[in-house]
């Protein structure tokens, strides 16, 4: 009988512990509840010598900021000195011949070689743009990176080197329908390796956008249509699950709530909705003025108002600021973290 009271003391403890460990990796926040006006600390990032649509999308690689813009009827690539924000050149032709751009997805910087790729979903293949031929040379024509299958390919991605990138697959299931996976994907050998996690179990449309960092080694998901973010470790295991205020299980896809995040040194930054999608009576999109910001261990710190239409973002980790494309009455601005969080 002792020995049966000890092993249920024991047995009482572990289960203690597993609940306890349980609860850590379940965050709950309301992105309404910390909200600091910042407007006024937005700096207006002149663009002067190329037009861009209000689709231009940034990105930093180095000392440079690559804008891409798949709405130009020219160059779908500009390139801009992040410090000056002078314009350097324009690459990246539309089309469907030899080194044209089909139908561009995402940019990929490669900071060693200080390079970025870039998909194109039309040819199915990934280009490559060293900064400096293009500088060099403003009828520079990219080379094939390497191949990209047509039902299974990454769209979004961190780079690490040839043998390891982190990224968000499309598994295509018909024509109208995909699976986002995250995975390991070798270039070279064009092997994928899948995380263990594949997504919440209560939601069975998954729709997400993602980022990694191999610094912190962890990576993002935050999810389209639901109040909720899930963090893992780049092994694929899961560590936390942040679930916002609106949070429920929904399959509707009425309401919109994450489109990007991004890694800040010790911060995970994401634009925030948390309304319908769409304003009411009109098939305009509601876009969020946004920004909610996390530690690495999944607890909510503030909200940032930048009170401009945010359409995306990117990270200068140089600068610690945010680089942010906006369909306002700015169109690109900064925003240095230093002060704000």
């Known amino acids: 009988m002792k020995y049966f009271f000890l092993l249920f003391n024991l047995l009482w403890i572990l289960l203690t512990l597993s609940c306890e460990q349980h609860s850590e990796s379940i965050k709950y926040y309301n992105a309404q509840s910390?909200?600091?006006?910042?407007?006024?600390?937005?700096?207006?990032?002149?663009?002067?010598?190329?037009?861009?649509?209000?689709?231009?999308?940034?990105?930093?690689?180095?000392?440079?900021?690559?804008?891409?813009d798949y709405k130009s009827?020219?160059?779908?690539?500009?390139v801009f000195d992040k410090n000056t924000f002078a314009y350097l050149a324009s690459v990246g032709d539309r089309g469907q011949g030899p080194s044209e751009i089909a139908n561009m997805g995402s940019i990929i910087p490669d900071e060693a070689n200080n390079s970025f790729y870039?998909?194109?979903?039309?040819?199915?293949?990934?280009y490559d743009y060293p900064i400096d031929s293009i500088l060099s040379n403003p009828a520079y024509q990219p080379q094939k990176k390497t191949d990209i299958n047509a039902l299974?390919?990454?769209?979004?991605?961190?780079?690490?080197?040839?043998?390891?990138?982190?990224?968000?697959?499309?598994?295509?299931?018909?024509?109208?329908?995909?699976?986002?996976?995250?995975?390991?994907?070798n270039m070279q050998t064009q092997k994928t390796k899948f995380m263990e996690y594949t997504g919440h179990p209560q939601i069975t449309k998954k729709r997400v956008s993602f980022a990694a960092s191999p610094e912190n080694n962890l990576?993002?998901?935050?999810?389209?249509?639901?109040?909720?973010?899930?963090?893992?470790?780049?092994?694929?295991?899961?560590?936390?699950?942040?679930?916002?205020?609106?949070?429920?299980?929904?399959?509707?896809?009425?309401?919109?709530?994450?489109?990007?995040?991004?890694?800040?040194?010790?911060?995970?930054?994401?634009?925030?909705?948390g309304d319908?999608?769409?304003?009411k009576g009109s098939n305009k999109s509601n876009s969020t003025t946004k920004l909610i910001v996390f530690n690495l261990t999944g607890e909510y710190l503030?909200?940032?108002?930048?009170?401009?239409?945010?359409?995306?973002?990117?990270?200068?980790?140089?600068?610690?600021?945010?680089?942010?494309?906006?369909?306002?009455?700015?169109?690109?601005?900064?925003?240095?973290?230093?002060?704000?969080?």
Not at 118 to 126: A, E, M, P
Not at 276 to 279: L, N, S, Y
């Open 118 to 126: 870039v998909f194109d979903h039309g040819h199915q293949l990934l």
């Open 219 to 273: 990576y993002a998901e935050v999810y389209w249509y639901h109040d909720l973010i899930t963090l893992c470790t780049l092994e694929g295991k899961l560590k936390y699950t942040l679930y916002g205020a609106k949070w429920d299980k929904q399959k509707s896809n009425q309401n919109g709530y994450y489109s990007h995040v991004t890694f800040c040194k010790d911060k995970l930054i994401a634009d925030y909705l």
């Open 73 to 78: 009827f020219d160059k779908l690539i500009h």
């Open 302 to 341: 503030t909200t940032l108002e930048t009170g401009y239409s945010i359409q995306s973002f990117c990270y200068d980790k140089e600068n610690n600021r945010l680089i942010i494309a906006f369909d306002d009455e700015i169109q690109f601005g900064y925003l240095d973290l230093d002060t704000i969080i």
């Open 276 to 279: 319908t999608r769409f304003k």
């Open 152 to 185: 299974e390919f990454p769209f979004m991605m961190q780079y690490v080197n040839d043998t390891l990138s982190y990224a968000l697959y499309m598994h295509v299931l018909n024509p109208g329908d995909y699976i986002p996976m995250v995975g390991k994907w």
């Open 34 to 68: 910390k909200i600091q006006n910042i407007k006024e600390n937005i700096r207006e990032i002149p663009i002067e010598d190329v037009a861009i649509s209000n689709f231009g999308t940034p990105f930093i690689l180095n000392n440079y900021i690559i804008i891409s």
